[in-house]
């Protein structure tokens, strides 16, 4: 989940910095339709959905695996 989030991230925070220099991604186009505050929301959403996915992901690492009890 991590890797998820830190893509829906910096996607959205890509959206934000390319929305001033006048480019739109072409996957994001379609929210603008809607009017310019639904694609601040979506665009904002990401970042923090993303964030949340991100920070609550865990790591790979720090999946164990059951310890075996050698008294048995």
């Known amino acids: 989940m991590r890797r998820i989030g830190m893509y829906m ?4 925070l890509l959206a934000i910095v ?14 603008y339709k809607w ?3 639904v694609a601040w929301g979506i665009k904002i959403a990401l970042v923090v959905v993303g964030a949340v996915l991100f920070f609550m ?12 009890n050698p008294s048995e």
């Open 35 to 37: 009017g310019e505050g």
């Open 9 to 12: 991230a910096l996607f959205g």
């Open 57 to 68: 992901g865990g790591s790979a690492k720090e999946v164990e695996a059951p310890e075996e």
């Open 18 to 31: 390319l929305n001033y220099v006048g480019r739109v991604p072409i996957i994001l186009e379609w929210i």
